[in-house]
């Protein structure tokens, strides 16, 4: 690589490494330093061929995708996320409730299969559409959409906090009543 080439490549680095991260620790699910290697690895297959690539960005996001892939394909044995307690009494609720909310939201990331975790974090955090999820994992429409359904399915219910955190409502829509009803003129 030449000296520019290498100056243009130290200023992508600079510039959007910190957005790159944040996709790679949602899709290692959490674990900072699995992010920190996945990250690691594509810029260092990015580098390679800096000077063919024309989107460098889509590039370096396809390469930790297909990472992760294969990291589940793997089938690894999980290891144990471990976080510390928020602290006690912040003076300012929105943003200890934000903190606790993304805390709540690692773990129970975490505590789903890579694939579904994969699949949420492309489908709603890089909000990608259905199609390019499925062309990205190498698989069909349907897949993605019924990962993506059991995943939030599973997600509700390993962190049944999140809707009290986020502001929902936790309720259960009323059953509809269908006994007859008499209608008069």
Known sequence: ???EA??????FVEHRSSALLKTAVLLS?????TAEDLLQNALIKMAGRWHRVDEPEA?????LYRQQISRWRLKWPRRELS???????????DASSAAELRLVMRGA???????QRTVLVLRYFEDLPEAEVAR??????????????RSLARLRTLAPELAALSGGDTRQPPAHDCTPVEVRP
């Open 1 to 3: 690589m030449d000296a």
């Open 6 to 11: 290498q100056d243009s490549f130290r200023e």
């Open 29 to 33: 699910g959490g674990d900072r330093h």
């Open 59 to 63: 590039y370096v996001r396809q390469i």
């Open 83 to 93: 976080v510390a307690e928020p602290p006690e009494g912040r003076a300012d609720a």
């Open 109 to 115: 990331l975490a505590r789903l299969t890579a694939r």
């Open 136 to 149: 990205i994992l190498g698989c069909s429409v349907g897949t993605v959409r019924s990962t993506t359904h």
